[in-house]
Every structure is written in structure tokens, then in C-alpha cells.
């Protein structure tokens, strides 16, 4: 028996692509679409109105294209309220849960739509206390009332502004064919911008900042305090403390460019240093750690977060191996974040992407352009790519941050 | 005042390139050499041996030079005894530590020479009750006994045996300009090889094994019995049970190619199903994962370590969180490997060649050449690097391994 | 003084995402726009309607806005002739010359609208006869009439399909986490259905098929008569004829994969064994070349090109050193193509698709995702790109191709 | 029947890992070896001297056994001339003809050893007057005495200098995990050394070099007289002139970054503004070109060369469409250099590593790691890979350059 639906979405239906992608889905699905009422705005400035009919063969197919409009904005011209169900078991929710994803989402609770809190993707949604918010499965509690399906569910999909050629700089396209100079310009003043409006700035940071030179421009840029929060795993700290006590990065001299035959001990050396001194805050305050990006988080107080990975060595006592923790606390230090940039780190830069909802602006760097592109495909529809050598970047990026 | 020493060693000097790296690092240090005596093999059988008078400005730089040579096989000809001094704390210990490599190694107590056990690389040897071995520098313990500085120590560098041309097939090259399924074949040779003779493979895999198809032919090659154990991450499970649970990979049906927009959340609901039945052995148990790598190991008893990692969605109840048991975990299964197969995982197989020795074959399968560069770069001189699609390697690799 | 336009367009202007276009190219040259009607396609089949009113602050913005708006299909709604120039002299033309696109195109004479002939982007457009054709700059003879500014052209832009899944398996992605094994099958049931339809199917191929070992699969290819023509640059047959002749490409063993040192002189021996024929086809009847791609092609008359370059050894008789006689070989080659795959060489790739029009189907496949993307930058909208290696994608191809 | 010959050899025998090619040729090629006396230089200046008697089952492997030997220096202890055939037709020699490589080569004749002119790899000698000289294939005429076999030829192969790291600073790795800096710096001072020693330093530039942002630099080092001549293809010119006249380069406003849509014609518009003025000369003199690389080059009298491609528009009147003319040009202007910088253009680097003789130094600037080590590959064993973004590069080039 044919089913048959109403729905109805308003926004700059166009520029974002929504409209195309509404038709798309619903073809995808099986369904099929009646366009009942389109008026496209007349100017620039103006949003567009659609009201649809879905037409769908059974109820599975209507069910799946509802899933997927509901992503893209739409919401029943009548909806009802959200349909919630218990957490069977902690961790262990109803096979129909809602999965999130990282636009702004609301949920109608007795009528009323309540916007859901702590949005990420690939969350579930909890209601209690007249509030809804993201949950990471691991966290969720037996009995807790779980959003199901696509009902009462409304998601505001992030606009693309059709003028803000401010920081849409490079459109798509990742592309190492571009002026790494306009594109630090561009992050430059996007971070000036973000500073006056007393916004935050996370830096994600692999340990290719330091090899390639990178550090001592990274150390001005969280001098001049354009670094709110500094995430990372156990290597770059690592790197960054071999080349404050022996001038070296994973055995290159930095200054000469001569490989270092013994060089390789000194990433060992490093950690049995700091862990001499309990950890990084102990090696500076003991004067033994003297300079580097790390020297310079704790003299500031920039609070890091170092997660650790099946590859590291040591670690430092700083490191967290407990991955349960390391996320929490990535997840402390990216709350109300307005940027994030992502240097050369593929591995810490995902993860963060995962945590992040999609209106936080991105800018990620890495020569690799793969890695780029993998962090975009991932949904964070604000990424910004740029191909280069990170060190060199962030000479550029500091010069720029410094000559105002 | 200038310093003398005289260190001797022998072996297929000329062929492992080592003849030209011990001239090299003494140069390099600062100090000087003079041969001595040198007996150049006159056969392609026999072994070189060479006596080396090195001359330094200091102590500082006949240390450094010393340092070098002993990791090049070189031993003073009237060694004393390793020193050994306290560690000072645990997880902490003597600033002149002897960090070790992945080769070989014996270190002289009183008067004996004692091989290292458990040897891998940036490790610190621990000497105890006659015996001595590789330990994290984690894991030291307050008081232990650690080797300090390079005397006493002598390493059996790998030698590039100049005919064995059934391994060596690729040279140090990795470039897809050559034949993939030469290189399958010849994998598939040294893995009969090591079957025959009782030996151990071991198999690193990621999750683009499931996205290119390869999971089908990976569950071949499990079901002829050449996998003894699987080290792999949160994702390769996810999406392999995803793909048993739904067809779809990461929202891609694998039979037509077709992007599935709902697909993305499929990932999300194979953990979910896997948590309600406390995990994978559970959910096969159950009947309700009935197909797919996981399935196979479980089915089989293959056993498998699931290391978590920053960007892991859920995880599985599996997924080892806590790094340092995840290690352990790792390390347990690679003992006594002859042969490592790393499947497109940069960050697992990065991991696993820290802890194997120089002397395990490892074969590395990645599409980014760079990736199976950075592996080699660690010092795992036995790694053979693959430059192509992983699913189509695995589709030729069974093949190889079914047609006897 | 402000101008205004009116234009109109009709089509599937949501799916191909040309609705979007035509708002974001209006507000980046300046002018604006007010939507004076639109008409969406009520369902999937019904084409949409646009006429918009565009103002702009001066004549020169209004003149950037349409030479724009005619790219993406707009036409005045009360078009006059197109304006015709004289050339000025052999090989130059007016500045305000009309540059083509690859998408179907007509003009305006004497109040009608004639379709251009040759259709290829980077053109120009010469009247004459009551005709038009694309022309390259460099054949425009002085006096001849060129098609000047947008007025008087109207395009046709390529219309996405939105349920040719068959062959849209890849979306925009040209990713390796794809199934090789899928792309294979989607373009070998492409190129059956060509073949039925009597069309035409060209093959562009660099030396890495030669070195990965494809050539014994496209030979297979040429035989079951699915290769209508072949371009290919020097080394493509050098290399192909130096394994007929010794077994080698580039001095590696085929059949065993060991470097042969010797080896890089056979590509010379094999070019002096040509020579002596006074080319391939005085080779293969000599007796002398008796197997390979080069060998096929002679064999079975299939009509090839070999463009030579800057890099090229030799080189053989057959390569045409002389650029503008090796362009006018492919194009003439081109003609009437229906599907061209492009086989991991991106110069002659890139030559190949910018002789292209849009509505050819195109497949790139390279182990290098940027060649790819390279290719769909220049704006042939239908080329597939397959991340993987050649050799292993042609065995794929031709199992399909002779399974049915 | 045995067949046994006895070769000699002097030089760093050890750090250029001559040596163990030596042995590792020998068994390759199914010969044996005895080393009839081996002295290993004492200190690190002084030379190794090597005599080794060979033993080959037949003599078409004694044959190949001594092709390999000659190539790495070594020579029968009593050599007879070189053996001379006449060439039977122009542009074809006897089978056996002796291929060159591009290390420094005499020949045998009437008991003296002639020093081979014109080294370069892949080409036959041509003895006459007395004199030996380098001869691509094509340009021999019949008749013409080729050195055919290896008897009576005599090669010094380049010798790594263990101290030199002013040039070695990358070693044999191309990584981009190194300082870009560093490598600006070191190839700054060996370009301010050969300027002083009155060489000759020869740029080779693609396109990318524009597109970067890198024209604005290397105007500059031409400014300061480090460019000697300047090799490319049409693109290079035409986005150059492109930039010079639109500020566009292919579509992208150079100053903010920002796609322009109608830029991609900008390249066709240079092109026919040139050609209106009869070539590049013209161009700039008649005061239509004022800015840019070529501007720069006609400007100051610094001679270029740009070779065709099957990709180009256009192209250029300055562009050489013949390749045979196009290699000529490039051969003449390479002549006596010193050193030779490769800027992101892989087709032409390649052309000019194949016309080098293997003393002069290279550098190659691509972000591309395979491109770079794909000219390594070719024999040009001075060539020094730096991966990062050209437009970078240059700019810090030309920082360093111009700092003294």
C-alpha cells in the first residue's frame, strides 16, 4: 500500500545544495516527490520555501526517506512529538535510535521544540528533565529515554553564506596549485576576527611541526595568544622536548639538517627526563626544559591534552592512555570552540572532527592532500584545507598574526 | 687529549652496506679512523673482518663513536663487562642509558656474553638472576639493574643475504611501477614456507581491507589457516560487522559502488547490536553476526587485540581502550612471529614495527607510498613495501595461496 | 548608470546544481539578481524554468555577468545575432573573442540558431557558410569571422542524470576505498553496451601499463575488439616492444620482479630493433616484434598515435615529434568517441581531454589521486576516476569483459 | 667451458657502495667471484684498489658480467681498444652497440684512452678524427664507427664525498618532515658558490611555480643574476603573461585567492595578445608585457627554452612544437652547467636529467615525493629532493639569496 507524507523545509535552499540533495534522497530511497509549493527568493538575501509530497511504496522506504530529510532540514508540516524509548542496557539502546549528526538539532517534547545540547555526530540523543542532549553510546544509562526514528526531529543544516569569501577562500577544492601566503592570510585574520570577539582557538598539533622547523613559529603564535587550548598525542611533546634538551627532532638537526646517527636515542632520552621529574610541569619547573611549545604551555597556562596511541614510546607521564579519559578531555578543551586548526596530525585531527558540531570553523593543514579530504569527507562541512609544508605555514601564519 | 680505541667485527660487511656506515659514523662524530687489518671475504660465502684503530679529540666524541660502531656490530677486542647501574626510580633510570635497537644483541656479564631476550627496539636492557632483556622503560622498576653506555654491548646486525631473491623482490623500492601480482606470489611463497615449517604469521589490518572488498578474500585466507593472530583497531571490526550486519562499509553498498546517504549511520547501529550482546564473541554467538573477518577469527579461534584509538566511535566492548594493555595485548600476540602482514594501517603497523626484532619478515600493503617509506624508515629492514589497492592485493593473494 | 538584463534557461537546473551556479557566479562579478519567475520541475522527470533579472552598476560588470550566465546555459530572453569580427591575422582574433566550453553549443546568424561543429573547450568560434565550428587559435586565418562576446551563443550544459547509476558509481569521489573490483564491472558493462551501440571506444596509455604487467590483459582487451584506437606518447611502445623483444620493462623481470641491471639498455636495443625496420609495422612483419600491445594493434588495425615529448629517448619511427601533426593525429583519432579510458599517463590524459566534448565518457584510472583530480578540474564533467594500479585494473577489466 | 676473466678497479670503493655492487652484479648475472686482492684505503682520504678474477659458466654471461663491471669502473687489467662496427644505416648501429651511462667515459683507441665528449645516458659513442663523442641514436649516420661491447671502455663513476654535507644534507631521503628552511639555506650557498666560481646555474620551471605565487620570487633571483638560462614548457610563459596581464592564473586572483570564473579564458586571451605581436619579445617591447618571468628573462637577456607538449593550447609563437628542435634547444642551453633546479615540472625535469652528465648538481622542488623520486631513478645520482610547495621555496630562496 502506497504512503504518503507532507513535508516542509525553509532556508538558503539553493546555495547550500539542500534542495538538489532533498530530490536526490528521496529518489535514492524509492521513493518518489511531488513538489506541492516552491517559491525560490527573489534576491540574494532572500530564503527559499519548499513543501513536498513523498510518495513511497511501503513503509520501510518511507521510513528510510524520512531519516534522510529530516538530515537535510525537513520536518513534517504537523509533526508530532519525538518518539522516545529506554536504554535497554547501559551502553545498549532500541535498534531505531536517532543518530546524530553535527548540525543543529531540536526535538519536540510535548509540543514544544527543545533544542538538543553538546551536538556531535554519531551520537544518540537522551531526554530527561525537559532537556535533550548528544550522548556518546558508551555513556548512555539503562533507562534512559532515547529518541527514536525521525520524528519530531528538526535539524537546522549550517547555510553556506553565499559572500563570505572571508574564509571560503579555497571553495573545495584542497589544492597544494594555490598561494600558501593567501591562504595563511586568510587564517589570520579569521583568528584576529575570532581574538576580538573574545572567541577560542584550538590547535591540534602532530609531531611534523616539529621536525619541519615549525616550533619556534608555533611558540610565537601561542605568545601572542591566539592559543586557547593545545591537543595532541605523546610524539609531538615528545619531539618538541628532545629539541629543547639536544637541539634535535627524531634525530635531524634542526639547524644544520644533518641526520644524527645517535639522534634517534634522544627521543628516549627525552621521556626518561621528563618522567624523572614527574611529568612536563615538573621538568620546566625544575629548569630543565627551557624552551619549546610545550616550555610555553605551561608558563602560560594553555591547558593540552596529550591522548595516547598504540604507537607511542614511553609515554610521558602526561600522556593519557586510557582513551575513555583522553577523549573526555579532548572533548573538555574543544567546548565553545570558534576554530580549530589542525596541523599535520591525521590521526588526533579525525578525532577531534568527530567531537566538533558543524558550525566550529576548521583549517586544516597537511602536505599530505588525502588527509585533507578525509577530514572533509567526514562531514565537517567548515574544513578548510591546505596543502603545504606545516612549517613553513606556520612561519606565515605568524608573521601575518604579528604584523598588525 | 686524543683518544684511542680499537673495536674489531666481522660478517658480510660489504653487502649489508655496514663497512661504508661504520666509516661514516666515525667520521661523522668527530673522531677518525685508520683500518688496521681488513680481510675481504674472497668468496660470495665468506665473511669479512675488519680491525679499526678510531681516534677522537675527547672522551666526549670516542663515547659518541663507540655508541655508533657497537650498533653496527663492532666490539672494542678487549671488551669489559656491561655497567650496570640502578635505575633510579621506576618508569626512570640512569641518564647514559644504552637505548637498544631491533637487532640482535648480547651484553657481557661477568666475563660471559648473554643474549638479550624479548628484543625490540627503544628499550633499555634490564639485567637480573644472569639473565638480561629488552624492557619499556615503563615497566623499569626502582633499583633494577640497567645497561649503561655501550660497553659490554654487542649487536649481530641483520645481513642482506646477497641470493635470496625469493624475499628480496622488490629491492628497497616501493613502487606501484611494478607488478602486483608478482608480489602477491611471492608473499604467498614465503607464507607456505613459514606454514611448512611450523612458523607463525601474524596479520595488521584497517578498515579500507572492508571499504575495497578485500574482507571476502582476507576470510579465505583465515580459512586456509594462514593467520595466526589479527592486531587491528576499533574500525576494522565496526565495519566488517557492518558489512556482515548490512552490506555496507562506512555507508557504501559494496556489491553496486552506491553511496548509501543513510549508510552512515549503519556503523553506529553494528556497534550498538555488538554492545547488546557484550561484545563480538557474544554477537556471533548469538547468530547474529554470521559472516566476515571477526566472525572467522572468532569461529576459528583466531585470537585477535583491538586497539582503541582518539577517534574511535563507540567502541566495541572488544576495543582495548587502556593503550598500555592494548600493547601488551599486541606484543603477546607478536611473539615468536616469523612474518607480519600489515593491510593499509599506518597507525597499527607503525605500532607493531616498534615491537618486533630486525629479523621478522614484514610485508606492508598501502596505496600511499609514503606510508610504507615511513615503516621502513623505522629501522624494520625486513620490510618488504606493497604499493597498490589493498582489496585487489588480497584477491590475488588468496588466489596464490588456494591454487597448490 | 545601472544596466539590466533579462535571461532566461530551462533543464534539470537543480540536479546539475546549475541553479546554484548561476545565483553564485551573478553576485561574484558584482551585479545582482532578481528571480522574475521560477517553475520547479514538479517531479524527478519535469525540467525546471528560470527567467531572472540581472542588474549590474556598469557595462562591463554586465558583460562579465553574461559571458558567465551564457557558460551555464542562460540566453536573453530576445537574443540578438551573434557578433561576428574579422581575425585580425593568421592565428589572432579580436580580444573580446568568445572562448568555448566543451558543452554543446549554437550561434546565432541572421536570426537562427546554428549548432557548432567540433565542439572542444579553449576554442574559438568561425563563421562561415551559413556554418560554425570550434577552431583552434592557431588555424584561424586573418579575415575570417569570429564569434565575439556572449551575445548571439547559447549552450547546452551537461544534464546529470540523476538515476544513471550505472555509470555515476563513484560520485565525485576518486577515492581507493572503493572496490576496484566495482569500477571494473561498471566500465566493462559500459563498454558492452558502447559496443552494441556501434560507438566508438578510444584508449589513451602510458608505460606503467607495460610495467605493472598489464599488457597481456589489454592485449586480451584489444583482441575481444574493444579498443578502437590507441594514443599513447614513445615509452608506452618502447617499453611494450622491449618486452616483446627481451622480456624486461625497464630493465625488471616481469615473471620474477628482480631488477635486472643490465636491463635499462634493452629500451635502447629495443628502439635501434625498430629503427632497422624502419618502424613497428615494418617489425611485426618482419618477423621480429611477435607479441604485445604494439604487436595487437598492427595485427588488427587498430589505428594508434604516438605523440612524442621533451623526455623522450629514441625515439621510435613512429612517434610524431612534431606536436601540431601529433594534436591533429588525436583529434582525428578522437572523432566520434563515445567512451575514452585513460590508462595511468597523465600528459596525454590531460591533451586528450581538453580535445574532448563534455557528453564523452571518460575513465581515469591512476595510482595517484591527483592526476584524477587533475583531469576533472579541467572541466570534463564525465570523467570517473579509479584510484588503483593499472596493471591490476586491466586483469579486473578484461575478466569482465570476457565473461559474458 | 669456464670462462674466466680478471678486472681492476681504484676509488672510495666503499662509501660509494661500489663495491658491493661490484659483488652484488657478479652473482646477478650467474658469474662468480674471487677477490684476488682487496687494499682498503687506510684513513678516510685515501683510495681502495680491488683486483677480481671472474668465472662465468659461458660466455654470454661473462659478457653481461662485464657489461655490469664496466659500468662501475672496473676494467680488464690488460684491455684491448674498444671495438669499432661501422653503422649500418643512419639512426640504426649493430646490436651490441655500448649504451651509455652519464658517468664520466673513455674508450680504448689504438692503445690510448680517449675521454668520451658530450656525456650524457642512453646514447651510443661515435669514434672519428681521434676523438669519441656521446651520439643520441637518431643523429647517427650511417657509417659512422660505434663502440660496440664493453671491451676498451672505461668509466669513472661519481664518488660520494663522506664530508660534503654543505650538498648532502638530505641524504638519499626526500622527506617533507625536514626543514624546507634548511634546504633554501643549503641551496642558496651552493648556488653563491658556483656564482663565484663564474658556473653556470640552469632553472628549469613548470607552471605550479605561477600558481603558487612563486613568479613574484623568482623574478627576483633573476633580478639578482642567478638564472643562466631557463628551461619550460608553453604553459610556464602562459600563465605567466596570463598573470602579467590579468593578475589571474588559470581563474585564480592571485592576491585573494578567490576563483574567478571567467578566469580560465584568461590564459587563451594571453595567448592571442602575444601572438598579436609576433612572440614574447614583442610583447614586452612593445610595453604589453611589463611584469613577470618573461618579462623578466627578455628583459635582461637571459636565454629560455619552451618545449611543446601535446597538452598545450595555443601554444606560444616562442613555444618549439618540433621535440627534436626542442631537445636540441634544451641540450644547448644546458651545456657547461653546474647546477640545475627543477621546479615542480616532472615532464621536463625528467627531458633535462636525461641530457645531463651525472657531476652536475640537481635540485628538485616538487610537493609531490613520487616525482622526486622518480628523477632519482633515473640515474642522476646528485639530485637532491625537496618536497614542500614551490611558491614557498622560492620565496625563501630568494630571502636567503638576497640577505648577503
Redesign the interface.
Known amino acids: 500500500m502506497e504512503h504518503t507524507e507532507i513535508v516542509e523545509t525553509e532556508g538558503h535552499l ?2 547550500s ?1 539542500i ?2 540533495k532533498i ?3 528521496v ?3 524509492g521513493a ?4 506541492m509549493h ?1 517559491d ?5 538575501e532572500e530564503m527559499s520555501r519548499l513543501r513536498l509530497k513523498i510518495t513511497a511504496p511501503d513503509a520501510e522506504v518511507m521510513r ?1 526517506a524520512l ?2 530529510l529530516v ?1 537535510l532540514g525537513c520536518a513534517a508540516v504537523d509533526p508530532g512529538d519525538a518518539v522516545l524509548k529506554p536504554a ?2 547501559s ?3 532500541p ?1 531505531d ?1 536517532y ?1 546524530t549528526t553535527n548540525h543543529r538539532t531540536s526535538v519536540r517534547i510535548a509540543g514544544m521544540w527543545v533544542p538538543v545540547e553538546s551536538q556531535r555526530m ?1 551520537a544518540v540523543i537522551v531526554v530527561g528533565g525537559g532537556k535533550a542532549a548528544c550522548r556518546k ?2 555513556d548512555v544509562k539503562k533507562g534512559e529515554a532515547i529518541v527514536c526514528g525521525p520524528e519530531g526531529v528538526r535539524i537546522q543544516p549550517q547555510y553556506r553564506a ?2 563570505r ?1 572571508g574564509f571560503t ?3 573545495s ?1 584542497n589544492s ?8 595563511a592570510r ?1 587564517a589570520a585574520e579569521q583568528m584576529r576576527e575570532i581574538r576580538r570577539a573574545g572567541g577560542r582557538i584550538v590547535f591540534v598539533a602532530g609531531p ?1 611541526v616539529v ?3 615549525g616550533a619556534r613559529h608555533f611558540v610565537e603564535i601561542i605568545r601572542m595568544g591566539y592559543v586557547d587550548a593545545l591537543l595532541a ?1 605523546n610524539a609531538l611533546a615528545v619531539h618538541d622536548v628532545e629539541h629543547a634538551l639536544h637541539g634535535t627532532s ?1 634525530g ?1 638537526d ?9 639522534g ?2 634522544n ?3 627525552a ?3 621528563v ?2 621529574h614527574g611529568g612536563l610541569r615538573g621538568a620546566v619547573e625544575a629548569g630543565v626544559v627551557k624552551s619549546g611549545i610545550m616550555y610555553e604551555c605551561v608558563q602560560r597556562g594553555v591547558p593540552f591534552s596529550l ?9 610521558l ?1 602526561d600522556t593519557e ?4 579519559r ?2 573526555a578531555d ?1 572533548a573538555r578543551l574543544l567546548e565553545g570552540a570558534h576554530m580549530v586548526v589542525c596541523l599535520s596530525s591525521m ?2 585531527s ?2 577531534v572532527g ?1 567531537m566538533l558540531p558543524a558550525w566550529v570553523y576548521v583549517v586544516c593543514v597537511d ?4 588527509v585533507v579530504t578525509k577530514l572533509s ?1 567526514r ?1 565537517s562541512q567548515q574544513t578548510i584545507g591546505v ?3 606545516v ?2 605555514f606556520l ?2 601564519l605568524a608573521a601575518e598574526l604579528g604584523s598588525t
Chains 1, 2, 3, 4 share one sequence.
Open positions: 539553493v546555495d545544495l534542495l538538489q530530490f536526490d534522497r529518489i535514492e530511497t518518489a516527490f511531488e513538489v516552491f525560490l527568493g527573489r534576491t540574494n528510510r531519516d534522510d538530515e535497554e542496557n551502553g545498549v539502546v535498534d535510535f543518530s554519531d553510546l558508551r553565499r559572500n569569501h577562500f579555497m571553495g577544492e597544494s596549485e594555490r598561494r600558501t601566503e593567501t591562504a586568510k611534523v621536525h619541519t622547523g598525542g627524531l635531524v634542526l639547524e644544520t639538517g644533518v641526520p644524527l646517527e645517535q634517534h636515542k627521543h628516549m632520552r621521556i626518561n627526563t618522567s624523572r591522548a595516547g596511541s598504540i604507537r607511542d614510546d614511553g609515554p607521564p592512555m586510557d582513551l575513555v583522553a577523549q579532548y590521526l588526533h579525525i578525532g568527530n602536505i599530505n592532500p588525502a569527507d562531514g596543502v603545504t609544508e612549517g613553513t612561519h606565515l
